[in-house]
């Protein structure tokens, strides 16, 4: 399986902190995706990346990606209690249109 | 509102009664899938189809079917569900394959399936 990992499992900030995620895969990749999941809800999409990109932004959000290391980082700048949810890094297989999801990470931001 | 709807949103049944888990997508997307979200084992996806009458096997196939009659709709259906199909299910659709890949998904509410 692909399935990536998400490191840490589990991680607790102050509120203005910033919180650093990270993902490791598998295999070789068309483009990786964050999203983001409030206790027992839907996903909701935050960022792609594509294979060929090393950086994007958005809103307080940064992510990396090193193909070579098969692993990603997602950052999100001045935490806000609202952040609390579980994060989760999905990739797409080079090869087809299977989708896999990484363990997540679950983000408590305290006020 | 552009959204994915799943019914029922919870069910609690016996082994072996079947049942059908409802999804539905009002944005005209071509690629929706199904996933199971277990405790410590993140979403691992079930199936998967890219158009009408296309459908592929995901990680976790075994135990489950789907059909594609109508670009809107993409039941699951447990033929004969089991205990170890317990689970918090998610339908998600997503536009045409961006090149190179699959976008962004569109995950609906989720549907809470016990067996007992």
């Known amino acids: 399986s692909q399935q990536g990992e998400e490191d840490p499992q589990a991680l607790s900030i102050q509120e203005g902190e910033n919180a650093t995620m990270n993902c490791s895969y598998k295999t070789s990749i068309n483009n990786l995706q964050w999203y983001r999941q409030n206790s027992g809800r839907g996903l909701v999409h935050l960022i792609l990346?594509?294979?060929?990109?090393r950086e994007k932004h958005s809103g307080r959000l940064r992510v990396t990606l090193d193909t070579s290391k098969k692993s990603s980082s997602l950052l999100i700048t001045a935490s806000r209690a609202a952040d609390t949810a579980s994060y989760f890094c999905a990739t797409d297989a080079w090869y087809g249109n299977q989708f896999y999801f990484g363990t997540g990470t679950s983000l408590t931001v305290i006020p | 509102e552009a959204q994915v709807t799943q019914n029922p949103r919870y069910l609690i049944t016996v082994t072996g009664k079947k049942l059908t888990v409802t999804c539905s997508q009002n944005?005209?997307?071509?690629?929706m899938s199904w996933y199971r979200q277990d405790p410590g084992l993140g979403l691992r996806q079930i199936y998967y189809s890219m158009n009408v009458e296309v459908t592929d096997k995901g990680d976790v196939p075994e135990g489950y079917k789907v059909s594609r009659k109508e670009k809107r709709n993409f039941p699951l259906i447990l033929e004969s569900p089991s205990p170890n199909q317990t689970s918090l299910y998610f339908c998600a659709s997503s536009p045409s394959s961006i090149p190179g890949g699959v976008g962004e998904l569109f995950f609906g509410e989720g549907s809470r399936l016990t067996v007992l």
């Open positions: 990346i594509r294979s060929n990109e």
């Open positions: 944005m005209n997307h071509e690629y």
